[in-house]
């Protein structure tokens, strides 16, 4: 049971963090958003890694390590700025399938997924096309086309980033996100020095509110892992986008057709069984 709260906890802190962070790109370059919010992230997990006393990994686990932040670079860049100029309640869910890319990876490495992650990965694709037409949720886009393929974007990233993750997490899950986090900050810390982004209408202590609540996500999560089967918090983690969703529809009266709400309910639906390793 503690498991599996952890794991809400994990999915309603990513949702909430997905939405502000969107919100927040649409006001503050990316750049500055992810800037901001990473070195939140950077500075508790530093906290929380060092009251814990665990040295730093080495060796495979800290190539790893580095290259889910290098691979985080790209998704963290696509995801926002696709919350931004698409539609919350589609991009998010197509986001949300990159579940199936460590499956399709653990296929090529000789692993034979089960019978109901197939059938999640196939309807998470079909899900993602409903979802991707367009509909009365193509007006609150700016770039309905570029976001649809910065979310597909953003998915093949993620997915990447969950399979060295499984790789880097072997020695210390929290070491692993800290590592990746450092490695986004100073990317995007580079990026800010070349390009001297304007804030924009962004406030510090929105873009702070967003690190905080997604390194708590992920430090929910490690600890659900730690006390529930993988399997079991993995499906529970990745219902976030429901969050998003809910809050954009919420908040900003976003809108989907019949079609794009099936679309949406069999990405999500698809997720969820493509994680459920049974």
Known sequence: MTAILWALGASFGWGTADYLAGMQARRSPVVVVVLVSSAVAVVGLTVIVAIRGIAPPDGRELVASLAVGLVGVIGVLAFYR????????????????????????????????APLQWVGMVMAILGCILAAREGPARLHATQWGLSIGLAVCAMLAIGAQLVAVDIAAAYDPLWTILISRIVVFTAFGIAALVTRPAFGEGRPLDLAVIGVIDAGANVAF???????????????????????????????????????????????????LITARV
């Open 82 to 113: 696709a919350l931004a100029i698409g539609a919350m309640s589609v991009v998010a869910p197509i986001a949300a399938t990159s579940a199936a890319v460590p499956v399709l990876y653990g296929v090529i490495d000789g692993e034979r997924p």
């Open 222 to 272: 490690a600890v659900a892992t730690t006390t529930g089967l993988l399997g079991i918090v993995a499906v529970i983690g990745s219902t976030f986008p429901v969050i998003t969703v809910a809050l954009a529809h919420r908040r900003l009266g976003e809108r989907l057709g019949g079609g794009q709400r099936v679309g949406v309910v069999l990405a999500l639906a698809g997720v969820v």
